[in-house]
């Protein structure tokens, strides 16, 4: 399966220099715990089960598998004039046993603390109970981060859990994968990012009316 990731100059050196890559295991330089919090140890337990990683690989490495009739996001024009690092593109091909994907538009409802729906029809039943049950969607991402919440939402929360795993049956057309490692005899093209005037892996550009892309009104499209 051929990924795409988006890599520090210094991480893509050291993929160059071992041989390998991988996220080192006393260390998360590569990843906002405290932003993504349940979500993405929800994720890491899921792919353990699937992946099972070796003694070193604790935390996976991000990567693109689809964006529409693309592997990875196109770069776009810095409206904003955004200040960026460079990035290496690194695309790298895997074998499919060891790639785990999931919606990357569903993801954004498991980032909000919120069910993932089968149809638009219990999303809007589900935003109703919360509405009833005077519950606020950001008590709900709150509860995602770890943050201190009310008992209500507490007792709300596994029921909306049990709904994350339908992330894996990838309805949208943005698909993101985790893999435990690269090996450099995997890597087919790595391209330097590093012009100003454009934004590299990026799906979710700050508009000039400071409003985000709202993936999960696109994903409800998806699954009318």
Known sequence: MKLVTFQSLKVFNELKEKGILKVPPKTVDLIDLKKYGI???????????????SADEKYPLWAWAKC?????????????????????????????KEVFR???????????????????KE???????????GVALDELKGAARKEKIRSKVK?????????????????????????WNI???????????????????????????????DWKKRYLKFIR
């Open 39 to 53: 979500p993405y140890g929800f994720m890491v337990q899921k792919m353990k089960q699937k992946i099972p990683p």
């Open 102 to 120: 999931s919606d990357y538009m569903a993801y954004s409802f498991i980032l909000s603390g919120q069910i993932v729906p089968r149809t638009q």
């Open 68 to 96: 529409g009739g693309f592997v990875a996001p196109r770069k776009r024009k810095n409206l904003l004039h955004r200040k960026q690092e460079p990035k290496v593109k690194i695309t790298f091909l895997k074998p499919d």
């Open 123 to 133: 999303y809007a039943l589900f935003l109703k109970e919360m509405k009833n049950l």
């Open 183 to 213: 090996k450099w005899e995997e890597v087919e093209k790595a391209e330097l990012c590093d012009n100003p005037r454009y934004l590299y892996n990026s799906m979710n550009p700050l508009r000039a009316d400071g409003t985000r892309p």
């Open 155 to 179: 007792q709300l929360f596994p029921e909306i859990q049990a709904t994350w795993p339908r992330i894996f049956n990838l309805k949208s057309n943005v698909h993101q994968a985790c893999v």
